[in-house]
């Protein structure tokens, strides 16, 4: 058997939020998990592709992230979901979390 460490162990009750929207040319549906967790940045699921990644307002600026977080081929998509994504996702401050 593999001897694991394990770096952390955390329970919260986390706000999560589902939010569906179209951009008149695809449907795009979401879930937002608001944590304490990983520096207050936000968890974004996207239901469809089951991709996830953690987001913050500066993150939704890199397009090409967004295209690679959720295997998004069309930049006009990925673009769509980051104008979306902006109205949702509140600005954190930078807070260490591993000292």
Known sequence: MIPFEKLYDEMENANVRFIGFTDGQ??????????????????????????SALFDPNDLENIDYIQSAFNVREKEEA????EFL???????????QYE
């Open 26 to 51: 695809k449907r795009f549906d979401f879930g937002i998990v608001y944590t304490t967790l990983f520096f207050g940045k936000p968890l974004v699921i996207c239901l469809q592709s089951n991709c």
């Open 79 to 82: 673009a769509a979901i980051a």
């Open 86 to 96: 902006k109205s949702e996702i509140p600005a954190t401050p930078f807070e260490p």
